[in-house]
C-alpha cells in the first residue's frame, strides 16, 4: 500500500484555507498513485486551539470542513486527518482531539485521542475527553491502527519516569493492527529530533509493526512545528524522514522502501536558526504584518533580531531605529549603521536627547553625580514609545530584542525595552545569541566585527556593563538552565561547582520578575522551558529553605 504523508502548515480557525491545502494534497496522492493520504493532527481546526474551542461556531465550520473533506474519497482512497469531534455521550466536555478515517466519500471512523497531555505548553484536558476504544479500519487488506499524537508517546521516559499507564499502540496491535499511523502537532524544541527518532524506532520494534508518523509544520503563535514526519519500519528501522521547517510531501511504499542510509543532523544552532525564521514568518503572516521594525543599538542581540527579520520578511519590509542618549557610544552608534547597510535595510535616525532633558525637568531628577534607576529606564521607556509610534503610523510590527537571559534576571524595563508585538529572542540565552550571531555570519558576512568584541551594554549610564549588575554570562547561563529547565533548587545548583551567593542572587531574580515577563511580548520557544505558555508561575510567592 502506499502512503501519502502531507505535511502541511495549518492557520488556527483556517477552515478554508486549511481545507484548501488538505484537498490539494490528496489531489497530488491521487495523482501520485497512493492508496492513503495522511494528513496532521488538527489539520482542519489547526494546533493549539486553546479557547477557540469555547466557541460552537467554530467547532461547526471544522465539522463542515471534515465532511467536505471526506467527500474526495473513493473505495480504493482513503484519507487520514485531524479534526474537532463531537462527543455525543452527554457525559465530559463535549470534544475529542480526533483522527478521522475517511473512505467511500464519508467519515467512516472516528479515533478520538486517548492521551491528553497537560505538561508544559499542552493543556488538552482543559476542552478534550479522553478516548477509549481502540479498533483498527480495515482498508485494502490492512489492519490500520489510529492514534493521535500523544497515544505513542507512552513508552518513553520523561526525566527518569513514564507519564502514561495506558499504551494505546499495545491496545491496537492487541486488536490486531499491522500498521500504525499517528499524526501529530509535536513543537520544536532542541533535541526533539532525536527524541523523536528514538520514540518512534522503539515503538515499531516493541511492537513489530511499521509506525507512520506525519507532523504539522509552521510557526502559531509561541510554537514552531517543525515537521520531520518519518515512517519505520516493523524492525525499528526508519525508511523515510521528511523534511524540517517547511512543508513536504512523500509516498512512501511499506513494502518497497529500503531504509535510510544515513539521517541528516544539522548543528543545533542551525536548527535554532531555522525555527526562529519560520516563526517569525508564521507570526507576520498569520497576524497580518508585512513588516517590521527594529531598534538597533549597536549591540548583539539587536543586530540578531535584524538579520533574522530581513531573511524573514526581506530587506524591503524591515526597518531601524537608532535612537542615542547621551550616554550612547560612538561605537555603538556607527556599529548600527554599518549593520543597516550590511542588510540593504533604511535606518532612521532619532536622537532622543532633548525627551530625555524634557523628562528630567519634568520628573526633577539630577543626573550630575549619578544616574538613578529611574533616569536609566526612562530612556528605554522613550525609545520603546518611539517604536511603537512608528508602528502606529505604518503597521510595522515592532520586534523586541531582549534574550532569555535578562528575562530570567528582570534586567530589562517595562514599557521600555519589553515594548514590542514578539520577542524573538526570549528564549536563548545571551551566550547562546553570540553562537547564532556567529552562526549568521558564517553564511554571510553581516555583524560587524566590533559587536562581537565590546562587552555587553544596555548604554544608559557612563561607562555601564551588563557585568555590574549581572554575573558573567559564561556563569550565570548555566544557572539559569539549571534553575529554569532542569528544576534543581539551589543546594543542587551550588553543589554542581557554583558559588552560593550568585546562586542565590540568581534565583532570587527569576522568583521576582514574574511581573516583568507576565508583561512582556510573546517568545518563541526553542528549548525544553521557555518563559510564557508553558511555564505558568504565580507572580506573588514566597519560598524560603
Given at each position: 500500500?502506499?502512503?501519502?504523508?502531507?505535511?502541511?502548515?495549518?492557520?488556527?480557525?483556517?477552515?478554508?484555507?486549511?481545507?484548501?491545502?488538505?484537498?490539494?494534497?490528496?489531489?497530488?496522492?491521487?495523482?501520485?498513485?497512493?492508496?492513503?493520504?495522511?494528513?496532521?493532527?488538527?489539520?482542519?481546526?489547526?494546533?493549539?486551539?486553546?479557547?477557540?474551542?469555547?466557541?460552537?461556531?467554530?467547532?461547526?465550520?471544522?465539522?463542515?470542513?471534515?465532511?467536505?473533506?471526506?467527500?474526495?474519497?473513493?473505495?480504493?482512497?482513503?484519507?487520514?486527518?485531524?479534526?474537532?469531534?463531537?462527543?455525543?455521550?452527554?457525559?465530559?466536555?463535549?470534544?475529542?482531539?480526533?483522527?478521522?478515517?475517511?473512505?467511500?466519500?464519508?467519515?467512516?471512523?472516528?479515533?478520538?485521542?486517548?492521551?491528553?497531555?497537560?505538561?508544559?505548553?499542552?493543556?488538552?484536558?482543559?476542552?478534550?475527553?479522553?478516548?477509549?476504544?481502540?479498533?483498527?479500519?480495515?482498508?485494502?487488506?490492512?489492519?490500520?491502527?489510529?492514534?493521535?499524537?500523544?497515544?505513542?508517546?507512552?513508552?518513553?521516559?520523561?526525566?527518569?519516569?513514564?507519564?502514561?499507564?495506558?499504551?494505546?499502540?499495545?491496545?491496537?496491535?492487541?486488536?490486531?493492527?499491522?500498521?500504525?499511523?499517528?499524526?501529530?502537532?509535536?513543537?520544536?524544541?532542541?533535541?526533539?529530533?532525536?527524541?523523536?527518532?528514538?520514540?518512534?524506532?522503539?515503538?515499531?520494534?516493541?511492537?513489530?509493526?511499521?509506525?507512520?508518523?506525519?507532523?504539522?509544520?509552521?510557526?502559531?503563535?509561541?510554537?514552531?512545528?517543525?515537521?520531520?514526519?518519518?515512517?519505520?519500519?516493523?524492525?525499528?528501522?526508519?525508511?523515510?524522514?521528511?523534511?524540517?521547517?517547511?512543508?513536504?510531501?512523500?509516498?512512501?511504499?511499506?513494502?518497497?522502501?529500503?531504509?535510510?542510509?544515513?539521517?541528516?543532523?544539522?548543528?543545533?544552532?542551525?536548527?535554532?536558526?531555522?525555527?526562529?525564521?519560520?516563526?517569525?514568518?508564521?507570526?507576520?503572516?498569520?497576524?497580518?504584518?508585512?513588516?517590521?521594525?527594529?531598534?538597533?543599538?549597536?549591540?548583539?542581540?539587536?543586530?540578531?533580531?535584524?538579520?533574522?527579520?530581513?531573511?524573514?520578511?526581506?530587506?524591503?519590509?524591515?526597518?531601524?531605529?537608532?535612537?542615542?542618549?547621551?550616554?550612547?557610544?560612538?561605537?555603538?552608534?556607527?556599529?548600527?549603521?554599518?549593520?543597516?547597510?550590511?542588510?540593504?535595510?533604511?535606518?532612521?535616525?532619532?536622537?532622543?536627547?532633548?525627551?530625555?532633558?524634557?523628562?528630567?525637568?519634568?520628573?526633577?531628577?539630577?543626573?550630575?553625580?549619578?544616574?538613578?534607576?529611574?533616569?536609566?529606564?526612562?530612556?528605554?521607556?522613550?525609545?520603546?514609545?518611539?517604536?511603537?509610534?512608528?508602528?502606529?503610523?505604518?503597521?510595522?510590527?515592532?520586534?523586541?530584542?531582549?534574550?532569555?537571559?535578562?528575562?530570567?534576571?528582570?534586567?530589562?524595563?517595562?514599557?521600555?525595552?519589553?515594548?514590542?508585538?514578539?520577542?524573538?529572542?526570549?528564549?536563548?540565552?545571551?551566550?547562546?545569541?553570540?553562537?547564532?550571531?556567529?552562526?549568521?555570519?558564517?553564511?554571510?558576512?553581516?555583524?560587524?566585527?566590533?559587536?562581537?568584541?565590546?562587552?555587553?551594554?544596555?548604554?544608559?549610564?557612563?561607562?555601564?556593563?551588563?557585568?555590574?549588575?549581572?554575573?558573567?554570562?559564561?556563569?550565570?547561563?548555566?544557572?539559569?538552565?539549571?534553575?529554569?529547565?532542569?528544576?534543581?533548587?539551589?543546594?543542587?545548583?551550588?553543589?554542581?561547582?557554583?558559588?552560593?551567593?550568585?546562586?542565590?542572587?540568581?534565583?532570587?531574580?527569576?522568583?521576582?520578575?514574574?511581573?516583568?515577563?507576565?508583561?512582556?511580548?510573546?517568545?518563541?520557544?526553542?528549548?525544553?522551558?521557555?518563559f510564557g505558555m508553558g511555564r505558568r508561575f504565580p507572580i506573588a510567592w514566597e519560598y524560603r529553605r
Open positions: 500500500m502506499k502512503i501519502a504523508l502531507c505535511q502541511i502548515n495549518t492557520t488556527l480557525a483556517d477552515f478554508k484555507g486549511n481545507q484548501a491545502k488538505i484537498l490539494k494534497g490528496i489531489s497530488r496522492a491521487k495523482q501520485e498513485g497512493a492508496s492513503l493520504a495522511v494528513f496532521p493532527e488538527l489539520a482542519v481546526f489547526g494546533y493549539p486551539p486553546r479557547d477557540l474551542l469555547d466557541k460552537p461556531y467554530l467547532i461547526d465550520a471544522n465539522l463542515e470542513a471534515a465532511e467536505n473533506i471526506a467527500r474526495e474519497t473513493t473505495k480504493n482512497f482513503a484519507v487520514v486527518f485531524g479534526f474537532v469531534s463531537k462527543n455525543e455521550t452527554g457525559v465530559g466536555r463535549g470534544l475529542f482531539n480526533a483522527a478521522a478515517f475517511a473512505a467511500d466519500g464519508r467519515i467512516r471512523y472516528v479515533q478520538p485521542k486517548t492521551l491528553l497531555p497537560t505538561y508544559d505548553v499542552f493543556d488538552e484536558a482543559r476542552h478534550f475527553d479522553m478516548g477509549a476504544i481502540h479498533l483498527p479500519q480495515p482498508f485494502q487488506g490492512h489492519a490500520i491502527g489510529l492514534t493521535v499524537c500523544e497515544d505513542i508517546w507512552s513508552v518513553l521516559d520523561f526525566y527518569g519516569k513514564r507519564y502514561y499507564q495506558f499504551d494505546p499502540v499495545a491496545s491496537l496491535k492487541e486488536a490486531k493492527a499491522d500498521c500504525i499511523i499517528n499524526i501529530s502537532a509535536s513543537p520544536f524544541h532542541l533535541g526533539k529530533r532525536n527524541m523523536r527518532r528514538e520514540l518512534l524506532c522503539k515503538t515499531a520494534l516493541k511492537n513489530s509493526l511499521p509506525v507512520v508518523f506525519c507532523n504539522l509544520v509552521g510557526g502559531n503563535d509561541e510554537l514552531v512545528f517543525d515537521g520531520q514526519s518519518m515512517v519505520v519500519d516493523r524492525e525499528g528501522k526508519i525508511l523515510f524522514e521528511g523534511r524540517r521547517f517547511e512543508e513536504d510531501f512523500a509516498v512512501v511504499d511499506l513494502n518497497k522502501t529500503a531504509p535510510l542510509k544515513k539521517l541528516s543532523s544539522p548543528p543545533d544552532i542551525e536548527e535554532v536558526h531555522r525555527a526562529l525564521i519560520l516563526g517569525l514568518q508564521d507570526y507576520a503572516r498569520k497576524c497580518h504584518f508585512k513588516k517590521a521594525v527594529i531598534g538597533l543599538s549597536g549591540g548583539i542581540d539587536s543586530s540578531v533580531v535584524a538579520s533574522l527579520a530581513v531573511e524573514a520578511l526581506g530587506p524591503k519590509n524591515v526597518t531601524g531605529v537608532s535612537m542615542p542618549s547621551p550616554y550612547s557610544s560612538k561605537g555603538s552608534v556607527a556599529d548600527a549603521k554599518s549593520l543597516a547597510k550590511n542588510l540593504k535595510i533604511p535606518l532612521q535616525s532619532i536622537p532622543i536627547d532633548d525627551v530625555y532633558r524634557s523628562y528630567l525637568k519634568t520628573l526633577k531628577m539630577d543626573v550630575r553625580k549619578k544616574i538613578p534607576l529611574a533616569a536609566e529606564n526612562v530612556q528605554a521607556r522613550i525609545r520603546g514609545n518611539i517604536l511603537m509610534a512608528i508602528s502606529n503610523q505604518t503597521g510595522a510590527l515592532v520586534l523586541s530584542t531582549g534574550n532569555k537571559s535578562e528575562m530570567a534576571c528582570g534586567y530589562c524595563t517595562l514599557y521600555g525595552d519589553l515594548t514590542g508585538g514578539l520577542a524573538l529572542l526570549s528564549d536563548l540565552p545571551k551566550t547562546q545569541v553570540y553562537e547564532l550571531a556567529h552562526f549568521i555570519n558564517r553564511k554571510r558576512k553581516q555583524i560587524p566585527e566590533a559587536v562581537f568584541n565590546k562587552p555587553p551594554s544596555a548604554e544608559l549610564r557612563p561607562n555601564q556593563k551588563d557585568e555590574d549588575s549581572l554575573p558573567s554570562y559564561a556563569v550565570l547561563d548555566p544557572i539559569l538552565k539549571y534553575y529554569v529547565e532542569e528544576h534543581l533548587d539551589t543546594k543542587a545548583i551550588i553543589a554542581k561547582g557554583f558559588p552560593q551567593k550568585t546562586v542565590e542572587k540568581i534565583v532570587w531574580m527569576v522568583n521576582h520578575n514574574e511581573y516583568k515577563r507576565r508583561q512582556s511580548p510573546p517568545g518563541i520557544k526553542v528549548t525544553s522551558k521557555a
